[in-house]
């Protein structure tokens, strides 16, 4: 299993001002995957984060408005930039470990984010 | 059409019931099933994890997957009130680094 550390838990934000959303895991890992959780949707991934290449973005997503950055293969931050109401929502960063001989996804807390 | 269907619930038991929660999908690619639960302001924890048809059991949960009807369930026998979470079903194609697929999850709420 994998251990993730999220912040911040929760904020809230101005319209059009940006926040950057930190995740910390406790072991190596290849990939680490960014999800939005909106109020009666399903978690959607926004990209996937890959050390020392650029991050994959879902259909959807941009790099404008969600930069991610992944230093070293324990820590990445998503931004969520030129914020809008429509942007609050549950942010998730998440990465692949084993478990019972399956590989499966774990999360971190997440950040809840309100944009006024 | 989503490609996975999940009640939002809310779903409300006393302690002690059987709950069922189910999913449908459309995708019949889906080999890999998943039951996520999520407390408030947490994120989602793995419950259980079946691959193609059958059931599988741990503990007081029970996953079933039905892929002649595109059909999971996930059975909860004596409900505790520390069961009260978001139960998210989750699947995808294959395993490994696959995309994985979520329902909107069903809220249940175990009354004491």
């Known amino acids: 299993s994998a251990v993730i550390s999220q912040k911040p838990s929760r904020d809230i934000c101005q319209r059009g001002t940006s926040l950057t959303i930190q995740c910390q895991v406790d072991?190596?890992?290849?990939?680490m995957f960014w999800y939005r959780q909106q109020p009666g949707q399903s978690l959607t991934l926004i990209a996937t984060?890959?050390?020392?290449?650029?991050?994959?973005?879902e259909s959807g997503f941009v790099i404008d408005k969600f930069p991610i950055s992944r230093p070293n293969l324990t820590f990445s931050t998503l931004t969520v930039s030129n914020m809008s109401p429509e942007d609050s929502s549950i942010y998730l960063c998440?990465?692949?470990?084993?478990?019972?001989?399956?590989?499966?996804?774990?999360f971190g807390s997440g950040t809840q984010l309100s944009v006024l | 059409q989503k490609e996975v269907e999940q009640d939002p619930g809310p779903l409300s038991v006393p302690e002690g019931a059987i709950v069922s929660l189910n999913c449908t999908y459309s995708?019949?690619?889906?080999?890999?099933f998943m039951w996520y639960r999520q407390y408030s302001r947490k994120g989602p924890e793995l419950l259980m994890y079946?691959?193609?048809?059958g059931n599988k059991e741990d503990g007081r949960f029970t996953a079933q997957v039905d892929k002649s009807s595109k059909y999971i369930s996930l059975f909860i026998r004596d409900s505790q009130p520390s069961d009260s979470a978001t139960y998210l079903c989750?699947?995808?194609?294959?395993?490994?680094?696959?995309?994985?697929?979520f329902g909107t999850g069903t809220k249940l709420q175990v009354i004491p």
């Open positions: 995708n019949s690619a889906f080999q890999y």
């Open positions: 079946t691959y193609s048809s």
């Open positions: 072991s190596q890992v290849t990939m």
């Open positions: 998440s990465v692949r470990g084993q478990t019972q001989g399956n590989e499966k996804l774990f």
């Open positions: 984060a890959n050390q020392g290449s650029e991050a994959t973005y």
């Open positions: 989750a699947m995808s194609e294959g395993g490994g680094y696959q995309k994985v697929t």
